[in-house]
């Protein structure tokens, strides 16, 4: 009786886990339409989706080695195709050095790394041992991609400001990483069941970082956005700078009064000089 509910319990977790999976693939979609609005990749990188496609690839060929895997192969499946369409429109609209630059990443990693993993597990002649190999490989790529989030997070601490991490995904991954925990852990699958223990715990870390900071104020000026904090001191000197032009221009225009006062007072004195040369003339 335990084995049947069991499986119906994995069965349970690993839908659950592909919609919401299904919401993680889903959310650079705003992302995405701006793009295709502005017609332009502006200052959004192509690196994240690229290593995104390669991990559901690898665990979809992990999932293929596999026997009773058709819940990996459903969303791992899914992920290959939306994660192929936002790379094609962003390779659409990049500029043309990161166009070439998106397009050696993928043929680098894509279809090079990933062909030689292919290749090489292949020629391994026990079965489980392949399934142990590629499943090692999937969970160093899989960390990867759970530690990813980390560079938000220490912005996060730096600016004390929550205005780059989105709650609803960090809550998504969490709550993904919980469902395909459960699973791996239904199945007996440590290798989809181990790297979900970290994605839990920067998801929930995320989560509480939100909350700690969501009232803060934001030390970042607007216009600054994502690029590095310029130094208090800089800024300080470019005041204090700014001041003392502030005042040089002060001085200078009160000395240019002053001696616009002075060349009129001389010239009044030479007027009246001449005034009162001219009766003297006269009587001569």
């Known amino acids: 009786m335990a084995a049947p509910d069991a499986f119906l319990l994995a069965s349970v977790f690993g839908i ?4 919401v999976a299904f919401m993680v693939y ?19 990188q192509s690196i994240p989706y690229s290593v995104a496609l390669f991990s559901a690839m690898l665990m979809l060929y992990y999932a293929f080695l596999k026997t009773n895997a058709f819940m990996l192969i459903t969303i791992n499946s899914v992920g290959c195709i ?15 050095k990161t166009r070439i630059y998106t397009a050696k990443l993928l043929v680098l990693f894509n279809v090079g790394v990933y062909g030689v993993i292919i290749l090489s597990t292949y020629l391994i002649p026990n079965h489980f041992l392949r399934i142990k190999v ?8 899989s960390v990867c991609v759970f530690a990813a989030p980390l560079s938000i997070m220490r912005l996060v601490i730096r600016t004390r ?17 919980v469902m395909w925990f459960f699973y791996g852990l239904l199945v007996r699958d440590l290798f989809i069941a181990a790297p979900n223990i970290l994605g839990f715990a920067f998801g929930l870390a995320q989560m509480i970082m939100y909350l700690m ?6 030390s970042l000026l607007p216009e600054f956005g994502l690029n590095q904090i310029p130094n208090v001191v800089a800024v300080n000197d470019i005041v204090a700078s700014d001041s003392q032009l502030k005042t040089e221009d002060t001085k200078r225009s009160s ?18 000089d001449a005034a009162a040369a001219e009766p003297n003339e006269s009587i001569v």
């Open 255 to 272: 000395e240019a009064e002053e001696n616009q006062s002075t060349e009129s007072m001389t010239n009044d004195r030479r007027a009246a």
């Open 134 to 141: 590629v499943g090692w490989i999937s969970v160093v790529f």
């Open 16 to 19: 659950l886990g592909n919609i």
């Open 161 to 177: 400001s929550v205005e780059f991490m989105s709650f609803p995904l960090s809550f998504c991954l969490t709550l993904c990483a």
């Open 82 to 96: 939306i994660e192929t369409s936002y790379l094609v429109m962003y390779m659409i609209y990049a500029p043309a």
């Open 213 to 218: 900071f969501k009232n803060s104020k934001k």
């Open 26 to 44: 889903l959310a650079p979609l705003p992302t995405f339409y701006r793009i295709f609005k502005k017609k332009s990749t502006e200052g959004f």
